[in-house]
């Protein structure tokens, strides 16, 4: 949960830097004078918001710790003492030699080590030996703000308080977790604590961190935090310390994290491991050692590394190389098995230790998808950590932000994509969802939440409230703009908790492949993007789309889905013949360029690129293949030419493909195919159009939130929808949301995300629903409606960035 947010602070630190006048010290000198004690020292540190994030200094004075004479006569001034002038916070912890119970000190903060330099001076009293000074971002130019912690929290506590919110209707059911660090290590009164604690009770958190001993226990309590996170990986001892503690507090523990940002720990376990599991895990996929061209197991070993696999081929011909083109799949399929099985026993173990319905989760990092494109091989794999129950609550995070610029390119809805993951792979065993919902501005807080609520998530971490002075660069407790999202979101949340919590997104009729199996083979991240991008512009469309892996695709009867999207190379040949079944019994296929052509070891298979009616040879560029125009047939819905961007790869198509022909390039060569295949369809694209999606995104929205997108790309990313008949189950007519529903017997609720993020004024919207009694939103209160064929239709303005419909039976 570290790396992204420095990205957030570049973009912040350039607009602070804009105002200021001078920088702050490379160095600064510091010196205390206590007044309350005699023959005293001080041990020196820092917390700062860059890496190594915390430092330690020699005491002050030198040597003090050891050594009577040398420690400083109160009323005395110490020597100056020579720190980094980072942002952050300056911890002195007095001692003489015991820590004091109480000390009232004057510290003194100069350019230089003398008082020449002074720029700051602080006198105050505090219980316990620790004195910790904050140093805002500008506090060379803003001296006036540099605090004591103390300080710090009266403020945050004033800043909650002058929002004047409402304390009732807060949700019972939905948590919402976070905490607030440095008790004991960055001061010792807990009253600075409690200060901290009522904050984050006043914006509505229901739920922290597990106390480490009676006090924190009793001042949660006092407090009123119902429930409880704690970190354990498997520590038995440490699960009895926490019954012992309180069994009451002990069965308000909601779910125990295993691990924070794991990677494949099954890539570095291999070696270690004896080849005899491997075999026995082959064996267990019902493979044998004939399968591998070998006469019995002593001749297989793992072998994750590609290159030895075209050295094979090489030296020793198609028959070894295909063997080890096996044993490498099988490999990397094993690491996973490894990383899996490790989970899945501490899972069982945490459900001995802990109370009944105890959660178990691992926070999947968005890095590697968001950004990177790509889950394997480095991480777990999300799909199969669900499936095969290795925890029991599905968990990620967001680090995303709503400039163009920004992490994640502002498109919010990409958390959307990584909760569909977790969703569908949770599936098998109805797994709930949890997300860390990091910093953001009001708006960004609210839309962010609202996504993943509407996706099916039941907590949220706001990760990570701080406080300031004593995080890394993780925190909020300054941020009153956060403090009103994280407020907005709990608030509206109690209002619909009645339908939110219980309901569930609907059955979806279109779905994207996701192969795990292509990424093993080849970690190009731009094949996962695009797949991010087809899922934003269908949701936008109201065709949110169900996210499949191998497993997936061949557990479920694909007959719900009337349209699939596929892009990924590689795919296991049984994962193909389920595909090429599924359009033939009346199924609609969307392809793109490469899609289907080899499977899960690296052989060229026709199953899929048989259907399509026409040969086609790809070209991968990553800089692009310039720009062109697409004219459509009627039967697509767009009249319009469509101009494109052409990027990563394009197929060039040839063969008797005329009749097929229902998109053309300016140049006229073949740009989409349709294909009648028995029952149902086959769509083929010779380009990719998420990525034209999000190239116009771009364009339109050069600098800045992210808050246009054009529809033509998007349709005609879209159109096979339409031309399947896919029934919208949210139709909404202007405008351009998230609207995701929620659906349990007590009724939907409607989850809206307005990302435009301007007012729109007599919004209609018809949903896919019978039997409601009321029709009411969160922002508009009673709402007039019909209902008519299974749906209920109704109009309202729309005046902020999300608002919640509830239409209750």
Same mark, same amino acid.
């Given at each position: 949960m570290k790396k992204a947010i420095g990205i957030f602070f570049i973009f912040?630190?350039?607009?602070?830097?804009?105002?200021?006048?001078?920088?702050?010290?490379?160095?600064?000198?510091?010196?205390?004078?206590?007044?309350?004690?005699?023959?005293?020292?001080?041990? &020196?540190?820092?917390?700062?918001?860059?890496? *190594?994030?915390?430092? %330690?200094?020699? =005491?002050?004075?030198? !040597?003090? /710790?050891?050594?009577?004479?040398?420690?400083?006569?109160?009323?005395?001034?110490?020597?100056?003492?020579?720190?980094?002038?980072?942002?952050?916070?300056?911890?002195?912890?007095?001692?003489?030699?015991?820590?004091?119970?109480?000390?009232?000190?004057?510290?003194?903060?100069?350019?230089?080590?003398?008082?020449?330099?002074?720029?700051?001076?602080?006198?105050?009293?505090?219980?316990?030996?620790?004195?910790?000074?904050?140093?805002?971002?500008?506090?060379?130019?803003?001296?006036?703000?540099?605090?004591?912690?103390?300080?710090?929290?009266?403020?945050?506590?004033?800043?909650?308080?002058? &929002?004047?919110?409402?304390?009732?209707?807060? *949700?019972?059911?939905? %948590?919402?977790? =976070?905490?607030?660090? !440095?008790? /004991?290590?960055?001061?010792?009164?807990?009253?600075?604590?409690?200060?901290?604690?009522?904050?984050?009770?006043?914006?509505?958190?229901?739920?922290?961190?597990?106390?480490?001993?009676?006090?924190?226990?009793?001042?949660?309590?006092?407090?009123?935090?119902?429930r409880f996170i704690t970190a354990n990986s498997g520590n038995i001892t440490q699960a009895k310390n926490e019954k012992n503690l309180s069994p009451d507090a002990f069965a308000k523990i909601q779910a125990v994290v295993l691990a924070d940002e794991p990677g494949n720990l099954g890539l570095y376990?291999?070696?270690?491991?004896?080849?005899?599991?491997?075999?026995?895990? &082959?064996?267990?996929?019902?493979?044998?050692?004939?399968?591998f061209n070998a006469k019995d197991w002593s001749d297989i070993k793992p072998n994750t590394d590609r290159k030895k696999v075209e050295e094979i081929a090489y030296n020793w011909g198609p028959k070894y190389g295909e063997a080890a083109k096996k044993i490498f799949y099988w490999t990397h399929r094993y690491a996973q098995h490894i990383t899996?099985?490790?989970?899945?026993?501490?899972?069982?173990?945490?459900?001995?230790?802990?109370?009944?319905?105890?959660?178990?989760?691992?926070?999947?990092?968005?890095?590697?998808?968001?950004?990177?494109?790509?889950?394997?091989?480095?991480?777990?794999?999300w799909f199969e950590m669900a499936r095969q129950r290795a925890t029991s609550l599905m968990w990620t995070e967001d680090w995303m932000y709503g400039g163009i610029r920004s992490w994640g390119n502002g498109l919010y809805q990409r958390l959307g994509f990584l909760c569909d993951i977790l969703r569908n792979g949770a599936s098998k065993h109805n797994l709930p969802l949890g997300f860390y919902n990091t910093m953001d501005n009001e708006e960004g807080i609210r839309m962010k939440g609202f996504i993943v609520i509407g996706h099916g998530v039941k907590i949220i971490d706001y990760f990570y409230y701080g406080p300031t002075y004593c995080a890394t660069e993780n925190y909020w407790s300054d941020n009153i703009s956060q403090y009103k999202g994280v407020a907005k979101v709990i608030r509206d949340i109690g209002k619909a908790e009645d339908l939110v919590y219980p309901g569930q997104p609907p059955k979806r009729q279109v779905a994207i492949v996701y192969s795990t199996t292509d990424e093993i083979w080849e970690q190009d991240g731009a094949k996962g993007q695009e797949k991010q991008y087809l899922h934003i512009a269908l949701a936008q469309e109201m065709?949110?789309?169900?996210?499949?892996?191998?497993?997936?695709?061949?557990?479920r009867d694909l007959s719900q889905y009337k349209v699939i999207?596929?892009?990924?190379?590689?795919?296991?040949?049984?994962?193909?013949?389920?595909?090429?079944?599924?359009?033939?019994?009346?199924?609609?296929?969307?392809?793109?360029?490469?899609?289907?052509?080899?499977?899960?070891?690296?052989?060229?298979?026709?199953?899929?690129?048989?259907?399509?009616?026409?040969?086609?040879?790809?070209?991968?560029?990553?800089?692009?293949?310039?720009t062109s125009s697409i004219t459509l047939n009627q039967i697509t819905g767009i009249t319009n030419d469509v101009p494109v961007s052409l990027s990563y790869r394009k197929a060039e198509i040839s063969g008797s493909v005329k009749s097929q022909i229902i998109g053309k390039f300016s140049d006229g060569s073949p740009a989409i195919l349709a294909n009648k295949v028995k029952k149902g369809n086959v769509i083929y694209y010779a380009f990719m159009p998420g990525h034209n999606f999000f190239a116009k995104v771009a364009e339109a929205n050069p600098e800045g939130?992210?808050?246009?997108?054009?529809?033509?790309?998007?349709?005609?990313?879209?159109?096979?929808?339409?031309?399947?008949?896919?029934?919208?189950?949210?139709?909404?007519?202007?405008?351009?949301?998230?609207?995701?529903?929620?659906?349990?017997?007590?009724?939907?609720?409607?989850i809206l995300v307005n990302f435009t993020r301007q007012p729109i004024d007599a919004v209609k919207i018809k949903i896919q629903a019978s039997g409601i009694k009321s029709v009411s939103s969160v922002e508009n209160g009673e709402i007039k409606f019909q209902e008519n064929n299974g749906y209920v239709s109704f109009s309202m303005p729309v005046n902020g960035v999300t608002d919640i419909v509830m239409l209750k039976k």
């Open positions: 912040l630190g350039i607009g602070l830097c804009t105002f200021a006048q001078q920088k702050n010290p490379e160095k600064i000198y510091i010196r205390f004078k206590v007044i309350s004690a005699d023959s005293v020292y001080a041990n &020196l540190r820092t917390c700062i918001h860059r890496s *190594p994030w915390y430092v %330690s200094y020699p =005491t002050i004075p030198r !040597g003090g /710790e050891n050594y009577a004479r040398l420690r400083i006569k109160q009323n005395q001034y110490s020597p100056w003492a020579e720190i980094n002038g980072d942002w952050g916070t300056i911890i002195l912890d007095f001692r003489n030699p015991q820590p004091l119970e109480e000390v009232e000190v004057e510290i003194q903060i100069s350019t230089k080590n003398d008082e020449s330099g002074i720029f700051k001076t602080i006198k105050t009293q505090e219980k316990g030996s620790i004195v910790s000074i904050s140093l805002p971002f500008d506090y060379y130019n803003n001296p006036g703000e540099i605090l004591t912690v103390r300080q710090e929290s009266e403020k945050h506590l004033k800043m909650a308080q002058s &929002l004047n919110l409402s304390q009732t209707n807060l *949700p019972e059911k939905f %948590s919402f977790y =976070t905490g607030a660090s !440095g008790y /004991e290590t960055v001061y010792k009164d807990p009253e600075i604590w409690k200060n901290e604690l009522k904050t984050l009770r006043i914006l509505g958190i229901n739920g922290t961190g597990y106390p480490s001993n009676k006090q924190q226990l009793d001042i949660y309590n006092e407090l009123g935090f119902s376990q291999i070696e270690k491991e004896p080849v005899e599991n491997f075999h026995r895990f &082959l064996e267990d996929n019902s493979l044998k050692p004939k399968d899996i099985l490790y989970y899945k026993t501490l899972t069982e173990q945490i459900e001995k230790e802990y109370n009944p319905g105890v959660l178990t989760y691992v926070n999947y990092t968005d890095h590697p998808i968001i950004l990177g494109g790509i889950m394997l091989p480095g991480s777990p794999d065709y949110p789309a169900d996210i499949l892996n191998e497993g997936l695709i061949l557990d999207y596929f892009m990924d190379k590689h795919l296991p040949s049984a994962a193909l013949k389920k595909l090429r079944t599924y359009v033939e019994n009346g199924g609609t296929l969307v392809l793109l360029p490469l899609a289907g052509e080899k499977d899960e070891y690296d052989n060229e298979i026709d199953t899929i690129t048989s259907i399509i009616g026409a040969n086609a040879k790809t070209s991968i560029n990553p800089t692009g293949f310039g939130n992210v808050t246009k997108f054009p529809e033509l790309p998007r349709k005609l990313i879209t159109f096979p929808c339409t031309m399947a008949e896919v029934m919208k189950q949210v139709e909404i007519s202007q405008g351009t949301f998230e609207a995701d529903l929620l659906v349990s017997e007590k009724g939907t609720a409607l």
